[in-house]
T-cell receptor, first 113, second 114 residues
Framework: EAGVAQSPRYKIIEKRQSVAFWCNPI?????LYWYQQILGQGPKLLIQ????????DSQLPKDRFSAERLKGVDSTLKIQPAKLEDSAVYLC???????????FGSGTRLTVV | QQQVKQSPQSLIVQKGGISIINCAYE??????FPWYQQFPGKGPALLIA?????SEKKEGRFTISFNKSAKQFSLHIMDSQPGDSATYFC?????????????FGSGTQLTVLP
């Protein structure tokens, strides 16, 4: 079974620029999550999709962050404009029906300078 | 309260020793408690998980102890090996009607000395 694919692996941008991350979940997994992991902290949920609908985006800074999951498969997370405090690893995860745990991708490390 | 508190922040253990990481939660609606292991440059990977209807679960050298009344759970790594050196996260989960949502602890960086 292929894992959760994320790209790019690394990204360095200047503050106020925009950036986008891509995630391809495990085939057949209906639920997709985006987490933000700041260095030295646990992952924090940004948004949760069920198929192509948003289940929870209560912790997504909607003034600058947006996410979509077209056709209920791939997803993109965008930041515009980026701030220094957005420097973090952005993790994508997916889970299947009835599963307790998630499968995470390797993440995208974003550095905002 | 969705918070999950984890301690210690870092842990150094000699090879062959026992590593113990503790977590506490507030929300009694949590019904699934996984532990994740994360190596540098990788995403967290599910290590072992427990549901609150049992007090202990063992898988190889890894054991979860669960105390429902105290709202605490812990990970024990027996015969710790240098390859176990990683960051460990506890988490707690609620089934939200359509899927589970995990809340993570702050992590414990484990170093096992050879």
């Amino acid at each position: 079974e292929a894992g959760v694919a994320q790209s790019p692996r690394y990204k360095i941008i200047e503050k106020r620029q925009s950036v986008a991350f891509w995630c391809n979940p495990i085939s057949g997994h209906a639920t997709l999550y985006w987490y933000q992991q700041i260095l030295g902290q646990g992952p924090k949920l940004l948004i949760q999709f069920q198929n192509n609908g948003v289940v929870d985006d209560s912790q997504l800074p909607k003034d600058r962050f947006s996410a979509e999951r077209l056709k209920g498969v791939d997803s993109t997370l965008k930041i515009q404009p980026a701030k220094l405090e957005d420097s973090a690893v952005y993790l994508c995860a997916s889970s299947g029906q009835g599963q307790g745990g998630y499968t995470f991708g390797s993440g995208t490390r974003l550095t905002v300078v | 309260q969705q918070q999950v508190k984890q301690s210690p922040q870092s842990l150094i253990v000699q090879k062959g020793g026992i590593s113990i990481i503790n977590c506490a939660y507030e929300n009694t609606a949590f019904d699934y408690f996984p532990w994740y292991q994360q190596f540098p440059g990788k995403g967290p990977a599910l290590l072992i998980a427990i549901r609150p209807d049992v007090s202990e679960k063992k898988e190889g050298r890894f054991t979860i102890s669960f105390n429902k009344s105290a709202k605490q759970f812990s990970l024990h790594i027996m015969d710790s090996q240098p390859g176990d050196s990683a960051t460990y996260f506890c988490a707690a989960s609620i089934y939200g009607g359509s899927a589970r949502q995990l809340t993570f602890g702050s992590g414990t960086q484990l170093t096992v000395l050879p």
